[in-house]
């Protein structure tokens, strides 16, 4: 989608912050929060703290436009009938990259804009900072991160729908193995490359303890600081370690230079990323031909519930990349547990989030084809994919019940 597009869709969505400091200087050092209109009294006030500036913010304007797109359509068919056709007005805040200023804008719109719950905040080190304050407050906060921690620290509501990211890591482990395995490639080696964030931490400790089951040898485990500006030493410390298979843990930029440089440098080991900066249409443009046969895991795709997804594509120009399709079937577990709950409070909201399997529209679109949270609040149905890029599409190619491709696995796969 182009950026004027883009930019287009974005004035109906979030006041400018240009506008809103030329009406206030109070403002000046805080980020912004928008409102989706005029609330009329019954709306129900939803919070949504994604990432809109910064280096996250497309992630951020992928999560936004999903979750816009899925409460206009609850509220084109009549909004929230247990609560008289409550409408869900969205209350959209901009978290930056800084885990103090996310936890700055979730105080900020439960105390005067009254939300029911909390939507974000994609990355894993925002939305730890966000579980703190919504803990304290008691408001459901619902998340796609991947941090394990989010739902090991005994919180009462805190809401996963995707696999922990230490799942995530063992599927990218395990996945590659089976597929090269098939093509007939005995793995001995390998290198796990990650960021220093909560995100590549916890995927990262999952592909160590895959490695570790099946007795395969990790002879780089590699962390880099979050938007490293030179790949060249890393990818000299792989090319000498003789890995046959890297796995590198990466937000956008980063996926994106690593990837470059190794295939600048001639290096065609199989790259499978730790999706985020991976399965989003971004890292295939800005790489082009570069990019093509990278695999990744994600935990969605959306080749998995077209009937849905397209919707998404028809309405923003691309396709519905993984983040968009977690916050889309949040959206959509809210307004059903909404539905069940007959009401705002937010103990009632939590039983009704943890009593239910959500099974129908926008919630279908997560693998298992539903959510239903644990006592802990993890979505115990979820499992990652393994998609891989071919041409500029990402097609799920493993596990085997879940693929609607063949993998082209090869020295660049």
């Known amino acids: 989608m182009s950026k004027s597009a883009e930019d287009q869709r974005s004035s109906s969505l979030v006041v400018s912050r240009r506008t809103i400091l030329a009406g206030t200087g109070a403002a000046l050092a805080m980020p912004f929060i928008a409102r989706q209109g005029m609330a009329a009294a019954k709306d129900v006030n939803v919070g949504v703290v994604v990432p809109l500036s910064g280096a996250n913010a497309q992630f951020g304007i992928n999560s936004r436009n999903a979750i816009q797109l899925v409460a206009d359509e609850i509220n084109a068919a009549g909004g929230i009938k247990s609560l008289g056709g409550a409408k869900l007005n969205l209350i959209i805040a901009d978290s930056t990259s800084t885990p103090t200023t996310a936890a700055t804008v979730a105080q900020r719109m439960i105390s005067q804009n009254s939300v029911v719950a909390v939507l974000g905040a994609f990355a894993s080190s925002l939305t730890l900072a966000i579980s703190e304050v919504t803990e304290r407050r008691g408001i459901p906060l619902l998340t796609m991160s991947f941090s394990d921690v989010l ?80 790949a060249t030493p890393l990818i000299n410390k792989l090319r000498s370690s003789g890995a046959q298979l890297v796995f590198p843990v990466s937000y956008l930029n980063d996926s994106i230079l690593i990837v470059r440089t190794m295939r600048q440098q001639g290096l065609d080991i199989p790259t499978i990323g730790g999706a985020a900066g991976y399965v989003i249409p971004d890292f295939r443009k800005a790489l082009a031909d570069l990019g093509d046969g990278v695999l990744s895991i994600s935990p969605a795709n959306y080749d998995q519930a077209p009937e849905l997804t397209e919707r998404f ?66 979505n115990k149905n979820a499992y990652p994919v393994m998609v891989q890029w071919q041409k500029d599409e990402l097609v799920t190619v493993y596990p085997p019940e879940a693929a609607k491709g063949k993998a082209q696995w090869s020295k660049r796969g």
């Open 151 to 230: 739902t090991e620290r005994g919180f009462k509501n805190v809401f996963q729908v995707v696999s922990k990211g230490s799942t995530l890591g063992r599927a990218q482990f395990d996945y590659s193995v089976a597929l090269a395995k098939a093509s007939g490639e005995t793995i001995g080696k390998v290198a796990i490359m990650y960021e220093d964030t909560a995100y590549g931490t916890s995927q990262a400790e999952g592909l160590r303890q895959a490695a570790k089951a099946a007795g395969i040898a990790v002879v780089l485990d590699e962390a880099y600081p979050l938007g490293v500006t030179d």
């Open 313 to 378: 594509r028809k309405r923003f120009g691309y396709f519905m990349v993984h983040e968009a399709i977690e916050h889309a079937a949040l959206t959509g577990v809210l307004a059903s547990a909404l539905e069940n709950a007959k009401s705002t409070a937010p103990d009632a909201l939590r039983a009704a989030l943890l009593g239910a399997t959500f099974d129908q529209g926008w919630a279908s679109v997560m693998t298992g084809g539903s959510v239903r949270f644990d006592e802990t609040g993890h």
